[in-house]
């Protein structure tokens, strides 16, 4: 069965602190994407990759970077981490063609205090 | 503007009652709807998936129909059981992957 992994579902961190969030795919997929989920806002995309060592800026890039160094892992980094990046942060695989093989992690609930 | 909107915001239902939720869009280009459904904390799994030629897609109790002429789209959930109890996304792809989502309709099945 296709899976995409996050590493934490929930995860507590200072303000001003460097975060790391990991996201592993086992479907030798070739796109990655990282999305963060509000109330009332929708899942909005931060950044996404599309080849090893490849990233673009999606929507909300501001005040996160990214880093995909193996085809099969994806992270998500916070540089100095704020009380507006509280958030669910999901990560999603697909196919290079898309369509039916796009999967969801199950998320990872930020709290930054 | 790319769009997705979808309504109601909430429903409450009987559990083994029949809804309908709907989804409206302003997506150009179009290349596919998708639905998902998202149980509370978890990642959103993917429903049904119709292309510009599909009217219709059914994946067990849920059915989801397409009219790309009026770029609507509903998701009709047949005897619903407590396990329905989720928030549904209605996605629309503008190909390449880029990917317009609704905020959702939260759905409570009470027993």
């Known amino acids: 069965d296709v899976k995409v992994t996050q590493s934490s579902r929930y995860l507590v961190k200072r303000t001003g602190e460097k975060v790391f969030l990991e996201c592993v795919q086992d479907m030798d997929h070739e796109n990655m994407f990282w999305y963060r989920q509000d109330p009332g806002l929708g899942l909005r995309l931060i950044y996404f990759?599309?080849?090893?060592?490849?990233?673009e800026k999606g929507d909300i890039p501001e005040g996160y970077s990214v880093s995909r160094e193996k085809k099969e892992r994806f992270s998500l980094i916070l540089e100095s981490a704020s009380t507006n990046q509280t958030s669910m942060y999901l990560c999603a695989s697909s196919s290079r063609g898309g369509g039916y093989g796009y999967t969801f992690g199950s998320g990872t609930r930020l709290t930054v205090v | 503007k790319n769009q997705v909107e979808q309504s109601p915001q909430s429903l409450i239902i009987l559990e083994g009652k029949n809804c309908t939720l709907q989804c409206n869009y302003t997506v150009s280009p179009f290349s596919n709807l998708r639905w998902y459904k998202q149980d509370t904390g978890r990642g959103p799994v993917s429903l049904t998936i119709m292309t510009f030629s599909e009217n219709t897609k059914s994946n067990g109790r849920y059915t989801a129909t397409l009219d790309a002429d009026t770029k609507q789209s509903s998701l009709h959930i047949t005897a619903s059981q407590l396990s329905d109890s989720a928030s549904y996304i209605c996605v629309v792809d503008s190909g390449f992957q880029k990917l317009v989502f609704g905020t959702g309709t939260r759905l409570l099945v009470s027993p």
């Open positions: 990759s599309y080849d090893v060592k490849m990233k």
